[in-house]
């Protein structure tokens, strides 16, 4: 006996074109993922695109003040770690009544350094925020009249006041979320 196939509905149909085109890009961004020098050229090269937009549209500002505030965020994210050492301290505190901190003696345990925004996922973020920014500017509706200059203004005296928290942060806990400029080992030869 022939066995009748039911009929592929609609909703089935979209449904498997949708996971097929979502596969295929998760495959792309899993292969870009070694590329961390391209990603980010091609990210910066967006985000000046983006900037020629505003800057020969002469308007938009309120999108790129957001653009602005959301990748400082990310930013922030990305430098801070993984286990905040202050609120280690904290719980140290109130069980021994010492300060905790990251190791500094041979006998203390190691802890690499874990970030709390992985790169990639502060590469896929920022760029995704960009283009979102970018088809902002395309609609007249996002266009709200505001005086830039005190955007500007705002946004650097938030940008050196966050930025010097997170300093202060990384000096009083000792760590430092960059692996240039760290002693770096090799193997004794001899």
Not at 17 to 44: E, F, M, N
């Amino acid at each position: 006996m022939d066995s009748i196939e039911p009929e592929q509905t609609p909703f089935a149909a979209v449904s498997a074109h949708t996971s097929r085109i979502q596969r295929q890009y998760q495959a792309w961004l899993d292969k870009s993922t070694p590329y961390v020098p391209y990603r980010w050229l091609g990210t910066v090269g967006l985000l000046m695109i983006f900037f020629a937009r505003i800057f020969i549209a002469q308007g938009w500002y309120i999108v790129a003040y957001s653009l602005g505030i959301y990748l400082l965020n990310l930013f922030l994210a990305f430098l801070q770690p993984k286990f905040d050492p202050s609120n280690e301290a904290i719980d140290n505190d109130m069980e021994d009544g010492a300060a905790g901190g990251l190791p500094t003696k041979q006998d203390e345990e190691f802890r690499p350094f874990i970030r709390r925004l992985p790169e990639f996922k502060f590469w896929y973020s920022a760029t995704r925020a960009i283009a979102i920014g970018f088809t902002c500017t395309w609609f007249s509706i996002f266009d709200v009249p505001v005086f830039w200059p005190v955007l500007v203004v705002y946004w650097l005296i938030l940008f050196a006041l966050t930025m010097r928290r997170q300093i202060q942060h990384m000096i009083k806990y000792r760590y430092v979320p960059f692996t240039f400029g760290k002693a770096k080992y090799t193997k004794n030869s001899s």
